[in-house]
């Protein structure tokens, strides 16, 4: 399709054509959840983000976009096969509007150890249960922006390589080592071993104000953060070594996780220098 590239961008006619079955049904969340992680890829979409993960070394399998903006796209389609197609072909395909423009599936990579991941981090975020694709990616994005070295996922969280969480993240779940704690809440131990305090996240009245934190709680941080709504398991409040909460105001009673995610992520970075 062009001849300029390193790349040739093939045109697509076809919903059923196999060279695109990476992309098809994007909306199905149960379909692609037991889809992708099994084949080892993932989807994303949109040029700031593929670039994105094109930095952080993740390898592309394909490129689908738009016909319309494929000479608007540079350098970005020479990365790896690359086919376009009209509006039409890939709201049959993928089962919405890419406004975008553009797609991308990618290699996914191992998923190191949590020891690996703790080796060095001096501020974590531990998560449990946090099942919602949009939380997920802006816990990730508030993570990469407020100093945060690494996220662990407890088994029951939702998949941060997600297009939804992808997308809401901006590309920065890329930016952020993660690893899965395994067993749940037992590993928690592997993280107080590793020399972090465990701080859980509640609205409890006799949770101590996050802010009021000693140096020795601070210097090694690990934030303990639930789902939405149902907060964190007792059992996982029990594993931990202080319950912190955000004072509210006006008979406010919580903050929405990724608010809440974010605004604990800052007060414990709030001294460092520069």
């Given at each position: 399709?062009?001849?300029?590239r390193r790349v040739t961008v093939e045109l ?5 054509d196999?060279?695109?079955?990476d ?11 037991r889809w992708e ?6 989807i ?5 983000v ?5 930095r952080?070394g993740?390898?592309?399998r394909?490129f689908l976009?738009?016909?319309?903006r ?14 376009a197609?009209?509006q ?17 599936s990618?290699h996914?990579?191992?998923l190191?150890?949590?020891e690996?991941?703790?080796a060095?981090a001096?501020r ?7 099942n919602n ?6 816990v990730?994005?508030?993570a ?5 070295d690494?996220?662990?996922l407890?088994p029951t969280?939702a ?8 997308r ?6 890329f930016a ?20 972090f305090?465990i701080l ?8 101590v104000p996050?802010?009021?934190?000693t140096a020795?709680?601070r210097a090694?941080?690990?934030?303990l953060?639930?789902?939405?709504g149902p907060?964190l398991t007792?059992?996982a ?6 319950r912190v909460?955000i004072?509210m ?5 919580s ?9 604990s992520f800052?007060?414990?970075g709030?001294e460092?220098?520069?």
């Amino acid at each position: 399709m062009s001849q300029t590239r390193r790349v040739t961008v093939e045109l697509i006619s076809d919903p059923a054509d196999e060279r695109i079955a990476d992309y098809r049904a994007l909306t199905d969340v149960e379909l692609r959840t037991r889809w992708e992680p099994p084949h080892g890829l993932f989807i994303a979409e949109g040029e700031l983000v593929l670039r994105r993960a094109l930095r952080a070394g993740y390898q592309p399998r394909s490129f689908l976009v738009d016909a319309k903006r494929v000479d608007q796209l540079g350098s970005l389609l020479d990365h790896g096969p690359a086919y376009a197609a009209s509006q039409e072909v890939l709201e049959a395909v993928t089962g919405f509007h890419v406004h975008r423009g553009v797609l991308a599936s990618f290699h996914r990579k191992p998923l190191p150890a949590a020891e690996e991941v703790l080796a060095g981090a001096r501020r974590v975020a531990v998560l449990e249960g946090m099942n919602n694709h949009t939380n997920l990616g802006a816990v990730y994005r508030g993570a990469a922006a407020l100093g945060i070295d690494a996220v662990l996922l407890s088994p029951t969280c939702a998949d941060p390589l997600y297009r939804r969480s992808v997308r809401v993240s901006m590309g920065e779940v890329f930016a952020v080592p993660y690893a899965k704690l395994d067993p749940w809440p037992a590993g928690l131990e592997l993280v107080r071993a590793a020399g972090f305090t465990i701080l859980a996240m509640t609205p409890a009245p006799d949770a101590v104000p996050i802010q009021r934190l000693t140096a020795a709680q601070r210097a090694k941080a690990a934030l303990l953060l639930g789902a939405e709504g149902p907060g964190l398991t007792e059992a996982a409040q029990a594993a931990s070594d202080v319950r912190v909460v955000i004072p509210m105001r006006r008979g406010v009673d919580s903050l929405n996780v990724a608010a809440a995610a974010a605004v604990s992520f800052w007060e414990l970075g709030r001294e460092d220098e520069g």
